[in-house]
């Protein structure tokens, strides 16, 4: 009797260790989720473009934001291009240190409406790494994508003529106490 | 249901002579139980205390918003904290309607009905003694003390104005100070507390059922709990879970829900509603299992398609599990997935369509007698229905982007919980106060409580679903004087709500020392689980002899 119970609780328990640990698990499954399907807005990397299908345009536009605890100057060089789906696009962005300390910044990013998400491509960009300035210092930085043309027989994205890819810019801790 | 019948010369008799009444000192009963019906008990008493503060929150919410503008709230954020902005009233409206959310659904709903009657009746219901681990059902009830005192001391650390949800960022970079810490370690140990008591259930109710008791002939109360418990095994750890990555999020700087490190926000959404969508099954179900087990007894029948009420539960806990993004429509997703969500979440409306069906099949035909319990199973039916059509309406993830966050929603969820479940709590506690004190109720009061309630309850809330669908967003201590005329009449409707709770305190208490003397079965033949075959109250021990549950005939 004694031993059926103590059965019965430790699988019970074991259950709920499981669930717990799927609650903890859910953070990089999550992560996977959003790059293999673009939930959310999350854009996918690739390395090359496959190549313009003629007399199909999009326009991207660009935003930029930088948080309120980072003395940054950040935003893109034009307000938006209109290119070809499947081409590939070079945009710049110019990012100013204000203040008199050497700072660190990094940029998270997504593009709306969410479900084009899947369909666009960056191949390089400067939200991949994190970006150090000096006291007044000014970069430019590029980044290159395409939007894949398979955007054009999704029925949910394909009356989409404007996409905004966005940016913003939080510090990094000196520290490098998060990630 | 298929009907018990004791085998000659069983468990009741003659308890009264021997040893299994022998009760312990007051101390010893009382702080160190582990007899399930003490237990049972003290749940009960916490649930009722908690339900008499979550209400008088209520009622404060309730007084603030019977006129446009701000009357109540900086005088009373004075009175906690000496004075303060405007920001400061406004922001202490966020702590109110966080304590009235989490105090009725963790320290009032859910100690009555699990914790309260499951306890006191599950054991007897399938013939068992006690439960399966008496002194972790002394844990169970135990750690609800800290935890409520947490959430309780916490306004006057500042006070976690973070809505029930518990949302990131508002949780984590919104809120300073260690009042939301405290509401966290709050639900972290009511958490571990309902974890304890599933174990302990599902072990009771696979285990220790008597001989002939086979899981197709347990009562549905016990079905319900059944599932209840499991419900609550698989979703709360993975609330426990998120709520520990908002505490290190909140204080070792993690970034889980942060995106400047690379976290998202949408994920606690995600995980608390993977939780939460669960959980508001975990507050109906053992309310179902009681209603069946009312219904069927002032209809003098055994209830309608056990079989179907019994999987229907089953069912309703599995698609529980897989809908939660229904409370996420406006989170940005795309149209595939609002589909999916919200054809799953109509599918639900099957099961709980069967079990109105059963039960208005129950009645067909039946002898009924309209006693108090089964007015309230009663009401809690029509208001359940009420509750659950506006949910179909709620589970179309267009008609949501519009209803999101209203007033509509706050209607919804009170008519199926606060209407709902309430209601069936009711109906469960005047159903077994016979047999829980050996006194009858008062009907007459009974009856006022029970009317007096329902209309006070359909005038509060009824209104809501007006001032959502024009828009009123929740959470709010103010609105325009467009939407004047129905809050105030709103307002009234706590008012009458609150005249009928006078009678239910006065019942309880003459009843409890002046009420008539209950026999063991006081609601005669349509009664027939376990616990009417013992004494009024039930010996201290009880089935020292195990029942036998006959192969009974078939309906």
Redo the contacts between chains.
């Keep these: ?1 004694i031993s ?2 103590l059965r ?2 430790l699988l ?2 074991v ?10 698990a ?2 990089p499954l ?2 996977m989720f ?1 790059a293999a399907t673009g939930l ?2 999350t854009t996918q990397r690739g390395l090359e473009a496959p190549g313009a299908v003629q007399g199909q345009k999009v326009t991207v536009a660009f935003d930029s934001n930088v ?1 309120p605890a980072l003395a940054w100057e950040f935003k893109p060089e034009r307000r938006s291009d209109r290119i070809d789906i499947g081409g590939r696009d070079m945009a710049f962005f110019t990012a100013k240190n204000l203040s008199s300390q050497t700072l660190t910044g ?1 940029a ?1 990013f997504n593009v ?1 409406p ?2 084009v998400g899947k369909y666009f491509t960056k191949i390089q960009c400067f939200c991949f790494t994190r970006q150090t300035l000096k006291p007044g210092e000014e970069i430019r930085m590029p980044v290159i994508f395409y939007v894949d043309p398979k955007i054009l027989d999704d029925p ?1 994205a394909r009356d989409v003529k404007e996409i905004t890819l966005s940016y ?1 810019f ?2 990094v ?1 000196s520290a490098e ?3 | 249901m298929t009907d018990i019948a004791l085998d000659h010369g069983a468990a009741h008799d003659d308890h009264a002579h021997h040893d299994a009444d022998h009760k312990p000192g007051f101390f010893v009963r009382w702080f160190m139980s582990t007899n399930h019906k003490d237990i049972g008990t003290l749940y009960l008493i916490f649930a009722i205390i908690a339900g008499i503060i979550g209400g008088g929150i209520s009622g404060m919410m309730r007084l603030e918003l019977a006129h446009p503008g701000l009357q109540y709230l900086g005088a009373w954020y004075e009175f906690l904290h000496g004075p303060g902005k405007f920001d400061d009233a406004t922001e202490f409206w966020n702590v109110l309607i966080t304590a009235h959310g989490l105090i009725m659904v963790f320290f009032m709903v859910m100690p009555a009905m699990i914790g309260g009657f499951g306890n006191w009746f599950v054991p007897i219901m399938i013939g068992a003694p006690d439960m399966a681990f008496p002194r972790m059902n002394n844990i169970s009830f135990w750690l609800l003390i800290p935890s409520f005192s947490l959430l309780l001391a916490s306004p006057f650390f500042g006070g976690a104005g973070t809505g029930w949800t518990v949302y990131a960022p508002l949780s984590t970079s919104g809120s300073h100070g260690p009042a939301v810490d405290m509401a966290i370690l709050s639900l972290h140990l009511a958490g571990a507390s309902s974890i304890l008591g599933a174990i302990n259930f599902i072990t009771t109710i696979f285990n220790m059922r008597a001989p002939g008791m086979t899981l197709h002939k347990m009562p549905l109360f016990v079905w319900s709990i059944l599932v209840t418990a499991f419900l609550l095994l698989l979703a709360l750890p993975v609330l426990a879970a998120a709520i520990t990555m908002l505490l290190t999020d909140r204080n070792f700087h993690t970034a889980f829900y942060d995106a400047s490190g690379g976290g998202d926000p949408i994920l606690y959404q995600h995980l608390f509603w993977f939780f939460g969508h669960p959980e508001v099954y975990i507050m109906i179900l053992p309310g179902f299992g009681m209603v069946s087990q009312i219904v069927a007894t002032f209809s003098r029948k055994p209830v309608f398609g056990y079989l179907g009420m019994a999987y229907a539960m089953v069912a309703i806990g599995v698609v529980g599990f897989i809908v939660w993004a229904h409370h996420m429509f406006t989170t940005g997703m795309s149209v595939q997935v609002k589909m999916y969500f919200t054809a799953a979440t109509m599918v639900i409306a099957v099961p709980t369509g069967v079990k109105i069906f059963s039960w208005i099949a129950t009645m067909w035909g039946g002898s009924m007698s309209f006693k108090t319990p089964m007015v309230w199973a009663l009401g809690f039916i029509f208001m359940f229905t009420v509750g659950g059509v506006t949910g179909v309406v709620l589970a179309n993830g267009g008609v949501d982007d519009f209803m999101q966050d209203t007033y509509y929603v706050v209607a919804h969820f009170h008519y199926v919980l606060s209407l709902g479940a309430v209601f069936s709590l009711f109906a469960g506690f005047y159903y077994w106060f016979p047999k829980m004190t050996g006194r009858m109720y008062n009907e007459l009061l009974g009856q006022l409580h029970f009317w007096i309630f329902f209309i006070g309850v359909n005038v509060l809330f009824f209104p809501m679903h007006f001032l959502g669908a024009q828009g009123m967003p929740r959470r709010m201590p103010d609105y325009p004087d467009a939407q004047a005329y129905w809050n105030l009449i709103a307002s009234w409707g706590y008012a009458i709500m609150g005249v009928g709770m006078v009678f239910f305190f006065v019942n309880i208490f003459w009843s409890m020392f002046k009420g008539e003397k209950a026999g063991d079965n006081p609601w005669g033949e349509g009664a027939t689980t376990l616990e009417w075959t013992l004494s009024s109250p039930p010996p201290y021990h009880q089935f020292d002899t195990l029942p036998v549950i006959e192969d009974s005939h078939h309906h």
């Design positions: 009797m059926r119970n019965t609780a019970a328990g259950g709920v260790c499981c669930m717990g640990g799927l609650g903890f859910s953070v999550y992560r959003c959310n807005g948080s990094t998270s709306t969410a479900q949910d913003t939080y510090p801790d106490t998060k990630r």
